[in-house]
T-cell receptor, first 115, second 113 residues
Framework: EPEVTQTPSHQVTQMGQEVILRCVPI?????FYWYRQILGQKVEFLVSFYNNEISEKSEIFDDQFSVERPDGSNFTLKIRSTKLEDSAMYFC?????????????FGSGTQLSVL | GDSVTQMEGPVTLSEEAFLTINCTYT??????LFWYVQYPGEGLQLLLKATKADDKGSNKGFEATYRKETTSFHLEKGSVQVSDSAVYFC????????????FGRGTSLIVHP
C-alpha cells in the first residue's frame, strides 16, 4: 500500500532556531494535513492544505508556523523560532478528498525536541 | 468544540483476553466516528469506522458500535494477540462546518504471550 513518508524521524534543535519538517504525501492525494501530539496529550490539528493554499488552520498555527508545497511531491512545515513548548511528535497526513476525507493516511511522525 | 476522550493506558492484557478501550465524544449533529491504530514505527492507519447511529464498524476482529444515546464508540476484540500491541486512537469527523478529524490522546495496548 502507498504510504506517507516523513523526514527526519527525530529532530533536536535549540530554542529560537528554525526547523523544517518534511513530508512526502501519497502521490494522487490532493489534501494534506499537519497534526502534532505533545507527550501525554491529544493529537491536535494544526493545518490543512489544498490547491496550494491553506484551507483550514487551528489556533495553534500562529505566525511562527508556515506550510509549503515547494514542488510536486514535498509538503513542509516550518517553525520559524522554536519554543520549548513546540516539542512534540508531528504527524503529516494526506487524503484523496476533503469533505469526504473519511480516511487519512499518516506518516510515522517526526519527534521534535526543543532544548 | 468537538472533542474525543479515551481511557488512559497502557492497557496490559494476556494473549486471548477480551479487550475494551473506551471512547466517548462531544459533538454537535451526527459526526462520523473512527478508530485508528499505530503500530510501532509506523503511521496511524484507519482500523474501522461508523458513519451513523447504531452502525457497527469492524475489521481484523475489532468492533465498535456508534452509540448516540451514550455518545460512545468503544473498541472491542474478543481475543487479542501479541501482534495487536499498538496505540489506538479514537477520532470523529464533524458532520458540518469543518470536516477536519478530531483525535483523542491514544490508548496504548500491550499484549503479553
Amino acid at each position: 500500500e502507498p504510504e506517507v513518508t516523513q523526514t527526519p524521524s527525530h529532530q533536536v534543535t535549540q530554542m529560537g532556531q528554525e526547523v523544517i519538517l518534511r513530508c512526502v504525501p501519497i502521490s494522487n492525494h490532493l489534501y494534506f494535513y499537519w497534526y502534532r501530539q505533545i507527550l501525554g496529550q491529544k493529537v491536535e490539528f494544526l493545518v490543512s492544505f489544498y490547491n496550494n493554499e491553506i484551507s483550514e488552520k487551528s489556533e495553534i498555527f500562529d505566525d511562527q508556523f508556515s506550510v509549503e508545497r515547494p514542488d510536486g511531491s514535498n509538503f513542509t512545515l516550518k517553525i520559524r523560532s522554536t519554543k520549548l513548548e513546540d516539542s512534540a511528535m508531528y504527524f503529516c497526513a494526506s487524503s484523496e478528498g476533503g469533505a469526504t476525507n473519511e480516511k487519512l493516511f499518516f506518516g510515522s511522525g517526526t519527534q521534535l525536541s526543543v532544548l | 468544540g468537538d472533542s474525543v476522550t479515551q481511557m488512559e493506558g497502557p492497557v496490559t492484557l494476556s494473549e486471548e483476553a477480551f479487550l475494551t478501550i473506551n471512547c466517548t465524544y462531544t459533538a454537535t449533529g451526527y459526526p462520523s466516528l473512527f478508530w485508528y491504530v499505530q503500530y510501532p514505527g509506523e503511521g496511524l492507519q484507519l482500523l474501522l469506522k461508523a458513519t451513523k447511529a447504531d452502525d457497527k464498524g469492524s475489521n481484523k476482529g475489532f468492533e465498535a458500535t456508534y452509540r448516540k444515546e451514550t455518545t460512545s464508540f468503544h473498541l472491542e476484540k474478543g481475543s487479542v494477540q501479541v501482534s495487536d500491541s499498538a496505540v489506538y486512537f479514537c477520532a470523529l469527523r464533524p458532520s458540518g462546518g469543518s470536516y477536519i478529524p478530531t483525535f483523542g490522546r491514544g490508548t496504548s495496548l500491550i499484549v503479553h504471550p
